[in-house]
């Protein structure tokens, strides 16, 4: 069964840190092949960071410094931690493995 799943969204106050995480199964995939993107009301998908490989990660200048998008511990999976998480970061977040996208998951940042 083909899976992609994102978790670790919720409510936090400005300047706070939450910890997405991406979990593939099912599929054929590179784990060197893999974005964050994220979509708030209103507005157009918009890529995050990008992860190619331990080394090789990208960001938009929006987030760099506060986020890094990394493998997880677990088998398949990645992890974007954010930090110093402002308002205008709030937005539905989605991972995109390959051509598969997640469902996505709900990230509110307000006091």
């Known amino acids: 069964q083909v899976q992609l799943v994102e978790s670790g969204g919720g409510l936090v106050q400005p300047g706070g840190s939450l910890r997405l995480s991406c979990a593939a199964s099912g599929f054929r995939f590179s784990m060197n092949d893999m974005d964050w993107y994220r979509q708030a009301p209103g507005k157009e998908r918009e890529l995050v960071a990008s992860f190619t490989g331990n080394d090789a990660t990208n960001y938009a200048d929006s987030v760099k410094g506060r986020f890094t998008v990394s493998r997880g511990n677990e088998k398949n999976t990645w992890n974007l931690q954010m930090n110093s998480l402002k308002p205008e970061d709030s937005a539905v977040y989605y991972c995109?493995?390959?051509?598969?996208w997640g469902q996505g998951t709900l990230v509110t940042v307000s006091s």
């Open positions: 995109r493995v390959g051509a598969r």
